[in-house]
């Protein structure tokens, strides 16, 4: 039987918004940004371990308390440059307790609002799957091509499109191999993609958003605060 493990990398600084802290240690709802995202995978029955891949730098970890997560929790100190090297490394860390079918679920530190029904249903959803997939939503607004002067320069068809989000699941030596040397692409979908295999989308919704902006912590607040409610 396939195990379920997950890797969440939080090696990048990512944006600071105007304060010294990096983003995935900026307070939301009185917790580290990361915290949200790293307590909903460690409560998910199906998930054994989860492994946050920091970088080999990173001061801010220990400052914070994280006993509240739980005992599946492990930091690796081996993040990359980039986001796919910080996966690549992870898994290569902790190769040792993987087998080449165990599903591996990545997820973005900066996505605090992963509930346990969007998880359950990517598992349940990809549990028989040959490839794999990622949590999603289809486009919903019309898409503006912008130039040069940031006017518009086209309208595209939105028809087909999907916007992706995490978790990604994958089986950990498809996994391994499609991110080898692959370090430019900025999803795990784009590595399976690119070794010639199509990922399975998975419908979530938009509460899974990912705080890229100021105003997206307010909103990630609010989201927290009506589950907890």
């Known amino acids: 039987m396939p195990r379920h ?24 709802a009185g917790r580290p940004l ?11 029955e199906r998930i054994e371990r989860v492994w946050v891949v920091l970088s080999p730098g990173d001061e801010w970890w220990k400052a914070y308390d994280w006993t509240s997560i739980g005992p599946k929790l492990r930091a690796v100190f081996c993040g990359g440059v980039t986001r796919a090297e910080s996966v690549a490394n992870g898994l290569s860390s902790a ?10 679920l990545v997820h973005d530190a900066a996505r605090p609002c992963l509930s346990q029904e969007m998880l359950a249903t990517l598992c349940d959803e990809l549990a028989d799957d040959p490839v794999g997939g990622i949590l999603a939503t289809p486009v919903a607004d019309t898409l503006k091509r912008a130039d040069a002067e940031q006017r518009v320069a086209a ?9 992706a989000q995490t978790p990604q699941m994958f089986r950990y030596a498809l996994l391994r191999k499609a991110l080898a040397g692959n370090f430019a692409l900025t999803d ?11 990922p399975r989308l998975v419908r979530a919704d938009a509460s899974n ?3 890229t902006f100021p105003a997206d912590l307010r909103l990630a607040e609010l989201i927290l605060q009506g589950r907890d409610a």
């Not at 493990?5 to 983003?23: C, D, L, Q």
């Not at 190769?95 to 591996?104: I, M, N, P, Q």
């Open 209 to 211: 958003l990912k705080v």
């Open 5 to 28: 493990y997950a890797i969440v990398p939080a090696a990048g600084s990512g944006a600071r918004f105007g304060s010294e802290v990096p983003k995935q240690y900026i307070e939301l």
């Open 95 to 104: 190769g040792g307790v993987f087998d080449d079918d165990d599903w591996v």
């Open 34 to 44: 990361i915290h949200h995202a790293l307590a909903a995978l460690c409560r998910c």
């Open 188 to 198: 795990e979908a784009g590595a399976i993609e690119a070794a010639g295999f199509k």
């Open 155 to 163: 309208t595209e068809a939105r028809e087909g499109l999907w916007q």
